[in-house]
């Protein structure tokens, strides 16, 4: 049944059915999307925690998760309201008419006909909540948890719901010029990567004595985290279609093959390098193909997805090294993974947004398309949108650090010392792994002057090893005196040995 417009929140709930406007199928679906996109934040809880050395991975896992929490209840609490307002007709914020959720019911929201609001803003809440676990991997390895929650709730508030409302607000200025941004491209992807870019510039970069050898400590774990991304991403990017409809099969398709094509090139552009086939690089492109696919996704036609898989791992491979020649230390990557690809994926839509694509919703019909369509402005307006959501973002994330780490006991970051222990250490006072590293490679360690029970002469005949410089610091009091870590067991390792503490 067509919704017949009473009252503020669909009618009265106590006796009326305000379930008869919306088709279960698509209520279900979006549901069930929530719950998938909300194990994204977990997902790259583990992603991050596997990319950091094992004295700081628990920590981002913690930050990761709270950055979540604080985000969504920001959400709840006025950025809801602030991008998706339905009275608000600025075009760049929207107003506190929704605020604490208030007549948000069974009413669809002015987004979509499909679902109910209540339900629309969950869903949003998600996306809010994923953007800014993504911005936690710049805090990775030197940044304090408490002030990285504070700057969460500013960010979304200022940063994160005015670009939402940009982009997917029918009253946004974006939305009425016509710019395609299907899941996030704008708001998500590149307030994440540009976001994350503006706040490891404020924090400075990592002690370089403490570098020395660094990399993923747990390849196990970043892939265990890329799993659960690829997962959520499908209900990501499907469900922004808001409905058990054709469209969002199809950006799920189009998602899983510009994931696996951006896979497939970044480990083909390490191995000209390496040599080896690297589980990390096949990670890596999954995420680029998946970001690309983002904006894109419910836009382009099928075969469109491949080559903008290709380009995307091309691109955010090459992109990785930009940061050593900005000289920011954006540790995991996130301007390179998430700013730039989100970019390819909006000039992606400016080639080859397809009306017929975006009908299979059964809702928008009549849509201009790109210039497969012969829209040849479609072009210039989602360069002008993406550069725009770039220059504000990074900006106002630069304002927002800055002005919290003036705050008494806000600073963002943590001392030397601090750094050198590990965050796990520092800040949460708990650890990953509750072990001690003996030994990773047992020939880069000299025989001992002494052992129990074994006589010194025993080793007389043996000869003298020089221990490499990483593992030449004792054991004490429970972990290393260096910096608490064994600098990972990534590529080129020899395997870990290691005993319980008691």
């Known amino acids: 049944m067509e919704y017949n417009g009473t009252g503020p929140t669909g009618g009265n709930s106590a006796v009326e059915n305000l ?28 992603l ?26 920001t959400w709840y609490f006025w950025g809801y309201s602030l991008a998706f307002s339905g009275t608000a007709t ?47 991997g710049a805090i990775a390895e030197r940044g304090r948890l408490l002030p990285a929650m504070v700057f ?10 005015p670009i ?27 307030g994440s990567g540009v976001g994350g870019l503006a706040y490891s510039l404020v924090l400075g970069r990592r002690r370089e004595k403490l570098l020395l050898n660094f990399r993923a400590h747990n390849v ?23 409905g058990a409809n054709l469209r969002a099969v199809y950006a799920s398709w189009n998602s899983n093959l510009t994931a696996i094509f951006g896979a497939a090139t970044w ?9 080896k ?66 970019f390819i994926g909006l000039v992606w839509n400016g080639f080859f947004a397809a009306d017929y694509v975006i009908g299979l919703d059964g809702v928008n019909f009549g849509a201009k398309g790109g210039w497969i369509n012969h829209n040849y402005a479609a072009l210039y307006k989602q360069v002008i949108y993406a550069l725009a959501c770039s220059g504000y973002t990074f900006v106002m994330t630069c304002i927002i650090c800055y002005s919290i780490n003036k705050v008494p006991g806000l600073q963002l970051r943590d001392d030397e010392d601090a750094e050198m222990r590990g965050m796990d250490e520092a800040q949460i006072g708990e650890f990953a792994y509750d072990y001690v590293e003996v030994r990773r490679d047992y020939l880069a360690w000299s025989h001992p002057i002494q052992t129990d029970g074994v006589p010194v002469e025993h080793y007389k005949n043996q000869p003298t090893l020089t221990p490499s410089h990483e593992y030449s610091t004792p054991v004490t009091n429970g972990r290393s005196g260096s910096d608490g870590s064994s600098g990972g067991s990534g590529s080129g390792s020899s395997g870990v040995s290691g005993e319980k503490v008691s």
């Open 19 to 46: 379930n008869v406007y919306y088709n279960f199928g698509d209520v279900a679906y979006v549901l069930i999307s929530s719950s998938m996109v909300f194990i994204m934040i977990p997902g790259l809880g583990f």
């Open 48 to 73: 991050y925690s596997g990319l950091a050395r094992r004295k700081s991975a628990l920590s981002m896992i913690w930050a990761c998760m709270m950055g979540g929490v604080v985000a969504i209840f």
């Open 90 to 136: 600025n075009g760049y914020i929207g107003n506190l008419h929704s605020f604490g959720l208030h007549n948000v019911l069974g009413a669809p929201p002015t987004a979509t006909p499909l679902v109910p609001e209540l339900l629309f803003a969950l869903y949003e809440s998600m996306f809010c909540g994923v953007t800014l676990a993504i911005i936690m």
């Open 152 to 161: 969460t709730f500013f960010y979304v508030t200022i940063v994160y719901a």
């Open 164 to 190: 939402a409302c940009w982009a997917w607000n029918p009253n946004g200025w974006a939305f009425k010029w016509g710019v395609y941004d299907y899941a996030g491209g704008g708001p998500v992807e590149i």
């Open 220 to 242: 196990s774990l970043v892939t265990l985290g890329t799993i659960l991304l690829w997962f959520g991403w499908l209900g990501f990017n499907g469900a922004s279609s808001f």
């Open 267 to 275: 480990c083909l552009m390490d191995y000209r390098l390496e040599r």
């Open 277 to 342: 086939w690297s589980t990390v690089a096949i990670c890596s492109g999954f995420i680029s193909g998946l970001v690309a696919a983002t904006p894109a996704s419910g836009f382009v036609p099928l075969w469109a997805s491949v080559p903008l898989g290709i380009i995307s791992g091309v691109a955010c491979n090459l992109a990785t090294k930009l940061k050593f020649q900005l000289h920011i230390d954006d540790a995991l990557d996130l301007f390179a993974e998430h700013a730039v690809a989100g």
